[in-house]
């Protein structure tokens, strides 16, 4: 397997800090961002990992992350230069997967749940990771059957949710998501949504989900950021 890291969008809620800094590459507590969901790829065997930024910043995301040496993996560098939505970040790694199966990580998340086992035991078809929220019409909203695992519906920012579990960013999806990617329609806004394309694994029912139990932060507002920290900082005083 191989691991996408998708560090795009302008980070527009987290502005002025992003207009000299890439989201991902900001502060959580003593660690930047990316170093969260880098790590969940590494506890998972994972050491092949794509990074997929914006120009922006790419100079300063390379300049952090390095070859990989010292995180015992190896990166290679791709530029999104322009915003058009998770799944055509994904799409951009193909040639890099070499037809393996790919997890795909957004480094704006931090899970506290420990998802690597999952993810290392991941075959084929498209697993997604969900969480309970209070504002699922934020979200890609899931509803499962009662095992929590299989799902019967998908939405992406539906106004009348059929449920409150988010889909979270973290993606499995098994080589076939290439050829999904390139005949995927643009969403009203444009974009390749990653929602439309675990829509297609849940259509041929290969799609399962995990529902997280601990902590999860899409930290891409002050407050997220700051919730984030927080936590980890108890995390570690409690370890």
């Keep these: 397997m191989k691991g996408v890291l998708i ?3 302008t980070g527009s809620r987290l502005r002025p800090l992003t207009e000299i800094v ?7 507590y003593d660690k930047p961002l990316i170093v969260y969901p880098l790590q969940i790829l590494l506890n998972a065997g994972i050491r092949d990992i794509a990074v997929i930024t914006g120009p922006e910043h790419m100079d300063q995301m390379a300049a952090f992350l390095g070859s990989g040496y010292r995180f015992n993996c190896e990166f290679a560098f791709k530029v999104q230069d322009k915003p058009g939505g998770i799944a055509q970040a994904l799409g951009m790694a193909e040639e890099f997967a070499a037809g393996e199966s790919v997890c795909a990580i957004l ?5 506290f749940d420990d998802i690597s086992p999952a993810i290392a035991e991941f075959k084929s078809g498209a697993h997604i990771f969900l969480k309970e929220v209070p504002d699922p019409e934020r979200f ?6 009662p095992d929590g695992q299989t799902v019967v519906s998908l939405e992406e920012k539906p106004v009348r949710p059929k449920s409150n579990l988010a889909a979270t960013g973290c993606y499995l999806y098994d080589n076939r ?3 999904l990617i390139r005949n995927l329609a643009p969403s009203a ?13 849940l259509r041929e ?3 399962k989900a995990s529902i997280l139990k601990e902590e999860w932060i899409d930290a891409g507002t002050f407050e997220s950021l700051f919730r984030a920290a927080e936590l980890v900082r108890n995390q570690r005083s409690n370890a």
């Design 107 to 111: 480094g704006d998340n931090v899970f």
């Design 140 to 145: 890609g909203v899931a509803e499962v059957l």
């Design 7 to 9: 560090c795009g969008g």
């Design 189 to 201: 806004r444009g974009e390749l949504e990653i929602t439309d394309l675990s829509a297609l694994y």
């Design 205 to 207: 029912g290969s799609l």
């Design 22 to 28: 890439n989201k991902s590459l900001l502060p959580v």
């Design 177 to 179: 998501c290439f050829e």
